[in-house]
């Protein structure tokens, strides 16, 4: 069965503090993997997608990498506004389809 | 910018009572997803569309809950009747092959 953890699963920064989330995921015939930020009562944001090992990926203060095991979402210099919670999802592939199954999240709150 | 619509944004019920919550998909995508979410949790796959066919529900409550897809664009959650344990956010979500999935704002429902 997939399974997608995500650690911390909350984590508090000061400004300017940079830090990682992590991504663990054991699935078969991974077809990508997902990162998206969450504002309360909103839905997800799509941030980055991630498809072979070695994969980085970069965005203003993000940067998402992946091995064959777990994916790293990097924090430089946080800012409060990116104050979130990020989402990790893995795409499997099958005959029916691609299964896109979510890990529970990392609750990010960054402090001026 | 195309966006996947959701409607309502909010809805209140009373337990036993029948609701539905309907998504527009972003056109051209034939993966349709429902998802539920509860507060301080990742989403959690209800059903999965392929077009107008449903390729999986195995998590959907069968017995209170349908989905349909009728015409492989816009697409319908019901339940009936709802329980005080549907309170969740209902997220639909589509996409194009094996590329990012795209969320819509979500329909938060009170049941009470």
């Known amino acids: 069965e997939d399974q997608v953890t995500q650690s911390p699963e909350a984590l508090r920064l000061q400004e300017g503090e940079s830090s990682s989330l992590n991504c663990s995921y054991t699935v078969s015939g991974l077809r990508g993997l997902f990162w998206y930020r969450q504002d309360p009562g909103k839905g997800p944001e799509f941030l980055f997608t991630l498809y072979s090992a070695g994969e980085e990926k970069e965005k203003e203060r993000l940067k998402a990498t992946l091995t064959k095991k777990e994916s790293f979402l990097h924090i430089t210099a946080p800012k409060p506004e990116d104050s979130a919670t990020y989402l990790c999802?893995?795409?499997?592939?099958?005959?029916?389809?691609?299964?896109?199954?979510f890990g529970k999240g990392t609750s990010l709150l960054v402090t001026p | 910018e195309a966006e996947v619509a959701q409607s309502p944004r909010y809805k209140i019920t009373e337990k036993s009572q029948a609701v539905a919550f309907w998504c527009d998909p972003i056109?051209?995508?034939?993966?349709l997803y429902w998802y539920r979410q509860i507060l301080g949790q990742g989403p959690e796959l209800l059903v999965q569309f392929q077009d107008e066919s449903v390729v999986d529900d195995s998590q959907l409550p069968k017995d209170r809950f349908s989905a349909e897809r009728l015409k492989g664009v816009d697409s319908t959650l019901k339940i009936q009747p709802a329980e005080l344990g549907d309170s969740a956010m209902y997220l639909c979500?589509?996409?194009?092959?094996?590329?990012?999935?795209?969320f819509g704002q979500g329909t938060r429902l009170t049941v009470v």
């Open positions: 979500a589509s996409k194009r092959g094996d590329t990012e999935a795209f």
């Open positions: 999802a893995v795409q499997a592939g099958s005959n029916s389809g691609y299964a896109l199954n």
């Open positions: 056109s051209g995508h034939a993966t």
